[in-house]
């Protein structure tokens, strides 16, 4: 449904913020782009939103969505698709609601906006969508203010918002980020039974490996704005195979499994800022098993039927690696 | 052990009045109710809980940046109202969540590290500078780093610059309000590893205040869970995680999502209701969102009864409970507070 091959995103001539990353999101199904911050997650899902901010610069071998160019749709028949058949909800549903207008008013606008819908059936709509998702006396609801919702039930209307015009795509950028841990799980719980009771495609933006592990069909590992790894989720907790995405899962304490007061694994140094014509692995200086042709040209490598890795290490390192 | 602990707290409560509009009457907020606990000398407490539920106005609390409104804080057996600003920063020090908005950005890292060297006011400017930057390395900064600016530092290496500065005066505690939430978890795991090598080698108390189950675990000796303003369970870490007493607790632990793919989202039973510190439910505080409650709950505030490593405040681990609803396994006989 959403193809994306060599998307190049840059700012100003300084950054390069995403290096040539593809993904795809099938029909009913979870894609998660996972990595730490300024790895160009977010800048990945503006630029297929086409939100990107003036004076940055898209370009990709490929952008569809369902069948359509991405790239030659022109800037008001996008903005016709966006809300529509592809919605987006952000990290901050405070920001991102108006403050000064009622759930209810925001919400039917996208459905007139849209559909030329009429107010009383948008309304009935926005109702039933709120039901949806889990919120008790929508009726009431329609009349607040974002302000007088909890983080929670604001990012609930945020998700019903985006659900107004049955989009076949949903683009969540980090949506429970913001949220304590137990609202997270009935917020993820939900976009999951959306999934597939509506048949959504969601493209998960997180930096939460759990949330990852949780929700996600298949999982992309960002890094420096290039995809460094992607595999069927199950595999890539089992067998991860790119150094980085290794050294991430060390750094997470799970209970039960890392030894308590013993040093968690951890990758030293940070996320570099990678400026326009670098070449070789952007990883290798954080890298232990880092050498001289990492500087040079990075083979992106199979390592099964649906998973790849971008590295200079051979496939079945990994294997090599635990038998010495 | 007759050693005094390192942070006793008792019966501690702080209330805010806020009012919501213009004209309307001031409503009271209990951000903290009636708290109690000590800390043994080197061990770390951990304190969890959703946001507004009073855990970042117990830190200010311990800290002595916020009076009580009633209780009392003892640091090193001393009551912390009586003793003055200077003998306070030598004893307790906070770390706190956002390095961004802890260090002033006009000043160089060196600088800030030396602050509380200077504040307090009798020592030499050569044994500033020396401690200075035997702090610097120690935290893992260059001396290099030592003359730059906030801005020009990342996340992690701003952490490091907080930690330095919180350990200057060789104090015995560090209250670490959320440190490591801003940060990446690449960087996250250099910090909690930093932080627990200090702990160490210089012999440190922490309290350490987290939403994050898994971190808290990581760290922690003993946790106090805080729902709505109290400890509604305090327990050993290590039992707190195999059994935890409270329902609250379990649900906490439920929704912590671990990188286990297959497992799917937990379904966590709490429904929608929002805890709100202004309208606290009487009886227990957390019969609305209980999945276990029953009638007695909203009537009546339950006691402190034992668990496995410690305490909750929990009618179904009262042994009179009804038959087939008490937590099994828990010791059960009423805590004497």
């Known amino acids: 449904m959403l193809d994306v091959r060599g998307l190049r995103v840059e700012f100003g001539g300084r950054t390069a913020a995403v290096r040539g990353a593809s993904l795809r999101v099938s029909k009913g199904e979870t894609h998660c782009l996972v990595g730490e911050s300024g790895c160009g997650k977010s800048v990945t899902a503006l630029a297929v939103m086409n939100l990107l901010a003036r004076g940055a610069k898209r370009d990709a071998e490929v952008l569809s969505f369902a069948g359509q160019d991405l790239l030659r749709l022109s800037d008001s028949r996008m903005s016709r698709l966006r809300g529509d058949r592809m919605a987006m909800i952000f990290q901050e549903p405070m920001t991102s609601l108006n403050p000064a207008y009622t759930v209810g008013s925001q919400m039917t606008e996208v459905l007139r906006r849209h559909r030329g819908t009429p107010r009383a059936q948008a309304v009935d709509r926005a109702a039933e969508l709120l039901g949806l998702v889990g919120i008790t006396a929508p009726g009431m609801r329609l009349g607040q203010y974002p302000h007088q919702l909890s983080g929670g039930l604001r990012q609930r209307v945020m998700i019903a918002m985006a659900l107004m015009c049955d989009p076949e795509l949903l683009v969540a950028d980090e949506p429970t980020t913001a949220l304590d841990v137990t609202v997270q799980a009935q917020i993820l719980r939900l976009l999951a039974t959306l999934r597939r009771d509506l048949g959504l495609g969601i493209l998960l933006i997180t930096h939460d490996l759990g949330v990852v592990a949780r929700v996600a069909d298949r999982v992309s590992v960002m890094y420096a704005g290039e995809v460094v790894e992607s595999a069927p989720t199950a595999e890539l907790f089992a067998a991860p195979r790119h150094p980085y995405t290794r050294g991430l899962l060390r750094c997470v304490p799970v209970p039960g499994k890392t030894r308590r007061g013993e040093p968690l694994g951890s990758i030293p140094g940070v996320v570099p800022r990678i400026p326009p014509g670098f070449r070789g692995c952007a990883f290798r200086d954080r890298c232990e098993h880092a050498a001289p042709n990492c500087a040079g040209a990075v083979p992106r490598r199979p390592a099964g039927p649906e998973h790849e890795f971008l590295c200079t290490l051979p496939a079945d390192w990994t294997l090599r690696e635990a038998a010495a | ?337």
């Not at chain 2, 006011?121 to 500033?128: C, E, F, L, N, Q």
């Open chain 2, 1 to 337: 052990m007759t050693a005094a602990p390192a942070i006793e707290a008792r019966g501690l409560r702080r209330v805010f009045r806020v009012r919501q509009g213009l004209f309307a009457e001031p409503r009271q907020v209990v951000a903290v109710d009636d708290v109690s606990f000590s800390v043994p000398a080197g061990s770390v407490l951990g304190v969890v809980g959703e946001s507004g539920c009073g855990k970042s106005t117990l830190a200010r609390l311990i800290l002595g940046l916020l009076p009580p409104s009633a209780g009392d804080v003892l640091v090193d057996g001393k009551r912390l109202a009586e003793l003055d600003r200077r003998a306070r920063a030598r004893l307790i020090q906070p770390v706190f969540q956002d390095p961004f908005a802890s260090l002033n950005p006009r000043r160089r890292v060196k600088d800030i590290v030396a602050m509380p060297l200077a504040a307090q006011g009798d020592v030499p400017s050569a044994a500033m500078a020396s401690r200075v930057a035997e702090m610097l390395a120690r935290v893992g900064l260059s001396e290099e780093q030592g003359e730059r600016y906030p801005a020009q530092l990342s996340g992690g290496q701003r952490q490091r610059v907080a930690i330095a500065r919180a350990l200057v005066l060789r104090p015995r505690i560090v209250v670490c309000d959320e440190p490591t939430s801003a940060l990446d978890v690449s960087v996250q795991a250099q910090i909690l590893n930093l932080l627990a090598e200090l702990r160490r080698e210089l012999g440190l108390t922490y309290l350490f205040i987290s939403h994050n189950l898994a971190v808290v675990e990581h760290v922690a000796s003993e946790v106090a869970v805080m729902y709505l303003g109290r400890i509604v369970e305090r327990s050993e870490a290590e039992a707190l995680f195999r059994a935890p007493g409270h329902p609250y607790t379990r649900a906490l632990l439920a929704s912590v999502l671990t990188p286990e793919p297959g497992l799917g989202v937990p379904d966590v039973g709490l429904g929608d209701a929002m805890p709100d510190p202004a309208n606290i439910p009487p009886g227990c505080r957390f019969h609305p969102r209980c999945p276990q409650a029953f009638d007695r709950c909203p009537r009546e505030a339950p006691a402190a009864w034992a668990t496995a490593g410690g305490f909750a405040e929990c009618h179904l681990l009262e042994p009179t409970a009804p038959a087939g609803l008490a937590g099994a396994g828990a010791s059960q006989r009423q805590l004497a507070r």
